[in-house]
């Protein structure tokens, strides 16, 4: 199937940068998880460029495990991602809001209503990015001892995931006419219950806001295990992957397709836009610097326990020779399953140590990461495109808001002379800039 020639891209918004190093850089300010004008300085570099969404990751705890690395972290000083982008609504036009939230522990009435509203405060830019929890805290912030297993979160998600359309669903498009010399708000024949009962939720509805301006916010979604992979296929519209090299990608990428294709959606209706860390330098060398700048402002210690938690808890480092070579194969994770897979397969393509995973974990989490000059850095943009391995990518900063500065004002006028990337907006909804359909109204079709 044809797709338009221009990738799409997205800003992945964490407040310092990725770098777990970075809020020590003297360009980023101290506070900027909780400073909202850092956020607004940010979002405005995004729109200026057209970048079609800001995507905020979240999750609903502490995750580090010893005060030791929590010390080191400023990863646990950030605002919610709903309360920060309904503020950013208000300062921003075109550009689309992604907030992430987890299945596991939340309820669908809550966040149908949120995002609901996110999409009505933004006319139509708002998007769920779609997750089960993986990190073993957030249970017992919930009165839980431990994490539901993998299987049963994928499989209350798909229901969640359901019930949330429902819900938004609940009133037809024109449903609220807001009559005043009759005296009739709403006309009722328009409004529908969903009298959900599954395995996992009850939920009567209806939900208390009009119908979204999107239909539905856009739905994104970031799991790669093969039930993620199921789960992206069958219910994903934007797909927030890692993939680390060109033949990873598109194996990934041609495997969603075909399973998308096989439940009868279009390759244009899911698109592939895995994670892309780019370090800018006008020379090799100074991208190299600014990387092992970043290196010296991270402790060793933070560096491991990453690791060990990326790898699934499954096997403790410190006891380890790091200079010996990492294991085809690890036990199984109950956690971030696809993220161990990832990891394994890197250090076997590469045959690493496992002092060089340590680092490629710390630098990358497994995305794809590119230290060179503008033109180096949109040469492998172009051919992870051209060669069927993205759709476009989440662009990820080491640092905010100078590492994402750079790549606007040097990598995008690279793309957009290679005709890659636009130079405008198409439309003023979040579905209208990336190519997607609005969905219709269940209830409204079956009449």
Same mark, same amino acid.
């Given at each position: 199937?044809?797709?338009?020639?221009?990738?799409?891209?997205?800003?992945?918004?964490?407040?310092?940068?990725?770098?777990?190093?970075?809020?020590?850089?003297?360009?980023?300010?101290?506070?900027?998880?909780?400073?909202?004008?850092?956020?607004?300085?940010?979002?405005?570099?995004?729109?200026?460029?057209?970048?079609?969404?800001?995507?905020?990751?979240?999750?609903?705890?502490?995750?580090?495990?010893?005060?030791?690395?929590?010390?080191?972290?400023?990863?646990?000083?950030?605002?919610?991602?709903?309360?920060?982008?309904?503020?950013?609504?208000?300062?921003?036009?075109?550009?689309?809001?992604?907030?992430?939230?987890?299945?596991?522990?939340?309820?669908?009435?809550? #966040?149908?209503?949120?995002?609901?509203?996110?999409?009505?405060?933004?006319?139509?830019?708002?998007?769920?990015?779609?997750?089960?929890?993986?990190?073993?805290?957030?249970?017992?912030?919930?009165?839980?001892?431990?994490?539901?297993?993998?299987?049963?979160?994928?499989?209350?998600?798909?229901?969640?995931?359901?019930?949330?359309?429902?819900?938004?669903?609940?009133?037809?498009?024109?449903?609220?006419?807001?009559?005043?010399?009759?005296?009739?708000?709403?006309?009722?024949?328009?409004?529908?219950?969903?009298?959900?009962?599954?395995?996992?939720?009850?939920?009567?509805?209806?939900?208390?806001?009009?119908?979204?301006?999107?239909?539905?916010?856009?739905?994104?979604?970031?799991?790669?295990?093969?039930?993620?992979?199921?789960?992206?296929?069958?219910?994903?519209?934007?797909?927030?992957?890692?993939?680390?090299?060109?033949?990873?990608?598109?194996?990934?990428?041609?495997?969603?397709?075909?399973?998308?294709?096989?439940?009868?959606?279009?390759?244009?209706?899911?698109?592939?836009?895995?994670?892309?860390?780019?370090?800018?330098?006008?020379?090799?060398?100074?991208?190299?610097?600014?990387?092992?700048?970043?290196?010296?402002?991270?402790?060793?210690?933070?560096?491991?326990?990453?690791?060990?938690?990326?790898?699934?808890?499954?096997?403790?480092?410190?006891?380890?020779?790091?200079?010996?070579?990492?294991?085809?194969?690890?036990?199984?994770?109950?956690?971030?399953?696809?993220?161990?897979?990832?990891?394994?397969?890197?250090?076997?393509?590469?045959?690493?140590?496992?002092?060089?995973?340590?680092?490629?974990?710390?630098?990358?989490?497994?995305?794809?990461?590119?230290?060179?000059?503008?033109?180096?850095?949109?040469?492998?943009?172009?051919?992870?495109?051209?060669?069927?391995?993205?759709?476009?990518?989440?662009?990820?900063?080491?640092?905010?808001?100078?590492?994402?500065?750079?790549?606007?004002?040097?990598?995008?006028?690279?793309?957009?002379?290679?005709?890659?990337?636009?130079?405008?907006?198409?439309?003023?909804?979040?579905?209208?800039?990336?190519? #997607?359909?609005?969905?219709?109204?269940?209830?409204?079709?079956?009449?």
């Amino acid at each position: 199937m044809q797709r338009n020639d221009e990738m799409k891209l997205g800003l992945f918004l964490w407040a310092s940068g990725y770098h777990e190093g970075a809020w020590r850089d003297p360009s980023v300010p101290a506070n900027c998880g909780v400073d909202i004008g850092h956020y607004i300085q940010v979002a405005a570099l995004a729109v200026g460029a057209a970048f079609h969404f800001i995507f905020l990751a979240d999750t609903p705890s502490v995750s580090e495990l010893e005060d030791a690395h929590i010390a080191r972290s400023s990863r646990n000083d950030v605002f919610e991602p709903i309360t920060l982008l309904s503020a950013l609504s208000s300062r921003t036009q075109n550009i689309g809001l992604i907030g992430t939230a987890t299945t596991t522990y939340n309820q669908p009435y809550h #966040l149908a209503r949120m995002f609901g509203s996110l999409d009505h405060l933004s006319r139509g830019r708002a998007g769920w990015n779609i997750v089960t929890s993986g990190f073993k805290r957030e249970a017992a912030n919930f009165g839980e001892e431990d994490l539901p297993d993998h299987h049963t979160r994928y499989a209350r998600a798909r229901e969640f995931v359901e019930v949330v359309k429902g819900l938004w669903d609940s009133w037809e498009d024109d449903a609220f006419i807001r009559d005043k010399k009759s005296g009739i708000f709403a006309d009722t024949t328009k409004l529908h219950l969903l009298n959900h009962r599954g395995d996992y939720l009850s939920v009567r509805g209806p939900l208390n806001i009009a119908r979204p301006p999107q239909g539905y916010p856009v739905l994104v979604q970031a799991g790669a295990s093969d039930t993620g992979i199921e789960f992206a296929a069958e219910i994903s519209e934007v797909v927030f992957t890692t993939a680390p090299y060109l033949e990873h990608g598109q194996n990934y990428y041609a495997s969603l397709k075909d399973k998308a294709r096989a439940l009868g959606r279009q390759d244009d209706q899911v698109l592939v836009m895995p994670g892309f860390i780019p370090i800018v330098g006008r020379t090799k060398q100074e991208a190299a610097d600014k990387l092992e700048r970043l290196h010296s402002y991270e402790h060793i210690d933070v560096q491991i326990e990453m690791a060990n938690r990326g790898l699934g808890s499954v096997v403790e480092l410190r006891s380890l020779n790091l200079d010996s070579l990492v294991p085809e194969t690890l036990p199984q994770s109950h956690f971030i399953q696809s993220r161990q897979k990832v990891y394994l397969d890197v250090a076997a393509r590469q045959k690493f140590t496992w002092r060089e995973l340590i680092r490629f974990i710390s630098d990358s989490k497994g995305h794809l990461m590119v230290v060179g000059t503008p033109d180096e850095i949109a040469n492998v943009m172009v051919e992870t495109f051209n060669q069927r391995a993205a759709d476009g990518f989440n662009v990820i900063p080491v640092t905010l808001p100078g590492g994402f500065k750079d790549f606007v004002d040097l990598v995008v006028p690279e793309l957009r002379r290679r005709g890659k990337f636009r130079s405008r907006y198409s439309g003023s909804t979040l579905r209208e800039n990336l190519g #997607l359909k609005r969905p219709p109204n269940r209830f409204a079709q079956a009449i």
